[in-house]
Structures are given as structure tokens and as C-alpha cells.
């Protein structure tokens, strides 16, 4: 499978519990977002990676939320200290970015997390 | 503040029938319009657009996009079963892709 791979598939945490989330992007892809998405909402951008560089943070994300790239391959999203209101599928998206207008984001199959 | 607005919200309708989404957005920079199918976990691309007037078609899916209003509708006809899913509009600025909160299509036998 060539596609964006995201792991684990479902997350189970306490609150006040620290996760990590990790994706792996389509091998060539120098872009890599990560997303939250909510039941009955479209996707909410989080931050995004061209190459190694973070580029920019969402003014939603929390110094809670922390994320890495370290490579430029791999992505790991960390959430320290969950809170009830952190639950939903976080998505991880990557892309070719070549400078034109014809960037298309492929999505993985996300996680879900459930914070009790 | 980069925005997408999608409507209607929510659209039932029986098989056979011809549907169609609306998209409208305020982005800067503007680069491209996309379309995505969700329906369980993982978006799927539809469509990039990125100039006015010019219809994309994908079998009975298509879309057209108008950057004079800032507007943008996906068409579904001859619906099926398999269409019932959340489509999402989403448009592209100098760097992040911002989304609207969907239309989850429901199509009937």
C-alpha cells in the first residue's frame, strides 16, 4: 500500500493522559498536514510540514499539541495532558508541492481518539 | 480569516435524481478549488479546479468553478445508493487547504 498510513487506527485515553500519533506519507510528498475533524464538521487544519519545517500552526493548536517531522519523512503529532475536548479523528494528509496551483492533498484513514 | 461554506448541510434524495452541492469561499491568495467524498474515515479527491468556466467531469460527477462570485457546485446525476457520503469543498490559498463543514448526501433505493 502506497498511500498515507496513519497509526493507530482508534486511541482509547484517559483524560490528562499523554498520545502520540504517527503518519507516514506517500513516499515522494515534501508536504504533510495533520487535521482534526469533529462528527458533523469538515476537516480543521492543525499545522503542516514542507520537508522537516513546520511552517505553520494553527492558532487553535494548543502548546499542548506538538508536532515533528523529523527527516522529512515520518510525522508524529503528540497531544500532552488530553482533555475530554481534544476526542476526534485526527486526519494526516500529504502532497507534492511543486509551486504550480496543482497541489492535491491525500488523506489517510486518520485516528480516532476518545478521551474519557 | 480564510473561509468555505458549503450548503445545503444535509440533502436526502431518491435514487435516480440529480443533485447539486454549493461552495462558496473567501480565500486569500487563492490557488484552487477541490472536492472531496468521505465515507467512513479517508477523503477521497474529486475534482481540482482552478480556473473559472471550465467543467470537470468524472462520469456522472462534475463541477465547475466561478472565481468572479467566489463559487463553486459539484453536480451528481442519475444518483445512486453509493453516492450517499459527506462531500467536501475545500480551497487552497498561498499555503493550507481550508475546508467546509460538508453536505452529507443521502440517497434512497
Known amino acids: 500500500d502506497t498511500g498515507v498510513s496513519q497509526d493507530p487506527r482508534h486511541k482509547i485515553t484517559k483524560r490528562g493522559q499523554n498520545v502520540t500519533f504517527r503518519c507516514d506519507p506517500i513516499?515522494?510528498?515534501?508536504?504533510l498536514y495533520w487535521y482534526r475533524q469533529t462528527l458533523g464538521q469538515g476537516p480543521e487544519f492543525l499545522t503542516y510540514?514542507?520537508?522537516?519545517?513546520?511552517?505553520?500552526k494553527s492558532r487553535l493548536l494548543s502548546d499542548r499539541f506538538s508536532a515533528e517531522r523529523p527527516k522529512g519523512s515520518f510525522s508524529t503529532l503528540e497531544i500532552q495532558r488530553t482533555e475530554q475536548g481534544d476526542s476526534a479523528m485526527y486526519l494526516c494528509?500529504?502532497?507534492?508541492?511543486?509551486?504550480?496551483?496543482?497541489?492535491?492533498?491525500?488523506f489517510g484513514s486518520g485516528t480516532q481518539l476518545s478521551v474519557l | 480569516e480564510d473561509k468555505v461554506v458549503q450548503s445545503p448541510l444535509s440533502l436526502v434524495v431518491h435514487e435516480g435524481d440529480t443533485v447539486t452541492l454549493n461552495c462558496s469561499y473567501e480565500v486569500t491568495n487563492f490557488r484552487s478549488l477541490l472536492w472531496y467524498k468521505q465515507e467512513k474515515k479517508a477523503p477521497t479527491f474529486l475534482f481540482m479546479l482552478t480556473s473559472s468556466g471550465i467543467e470537470k467531469k468524472s462520469g456522472r460527477l462534475s463541477s465547475i468553478l466561478d472565481k468572479k462570485e467566489l463559487f463553486s457546485i459539484l453536480n451528481i446525476t442519475a444518483t445512486q445508493t453509493g453516492d450517499s457520503a459527506v462531500y467536501l469543498c475545500a480551497s487552497k490559498g498561498a499555503q493550507k487547504l481550508v475546508f467546509g463543514q460538508g453536505t452529507r448526501l443521502t440517497i434512497n433505493p
Open positions: 494528509a500529504s502532497s507534492l508541492e511543486t509551486g504550480t496551483y496543482n497541489e492535491k492533498l491525500f
Open positions: 513516499s515522494e510528498h515534501n508536504r
Open positions: 510540514f514542507q520537508n522537516e519545517a513546520q511552517l505553520e
